[in-house]
């Protein structure tokens, strides 16, 4: 897949979840600053090793277990940059995004999950690559609309709140 849709499946969740707290408890889950931490987690495996072949992805230590369990404690070291109240929820996220990246890639060719222990790739071609420019146009479009759903959503909240002061 592209990293247009590496960056936006986590990004489209977060909004996402963003929306449903708006919606029933007219409150925000993550700061504002967490979508570009997200999208660059979702790219991260891509960044730490980049690729043009399928076969340069298996090669690859970052489209590895290895690499979600070594990103483990270095989301939980990164937790000690960001405010409190919200940093433990943003490292889950950022960990969700790389792990949901190589989940990406493992349907669209596979991945050496158990590499250097086993370099067999599994996975398969379940999103051919002709298809990947529309996945990423399609989650473009959810990106945006979750971004309009959510500000929308806090503006109402905003005068809901004025009304019950008032």
Known sequence: MFDGFHALLPVTGCLAIEVVSLKWRSARVFPDWTLPVVALFGVLPDLCSPHISLQDRYDSWSHTLLFLVVMLPFCAGMTWWFPKGTRVRVAVAAWIAAALHLVADAFSGGIPWLHPW??????????????WLFFDAGFIVLALLGWWLRNRLEVRAF??????DS
């Open 118 to 131: 086993s370099d067999k790739p599994i996975g398969d071609y379940h999103v051919q690559p002709e298809n």
């Open 159 to 164: 005068e809901r709140s004025l009304k019950d």
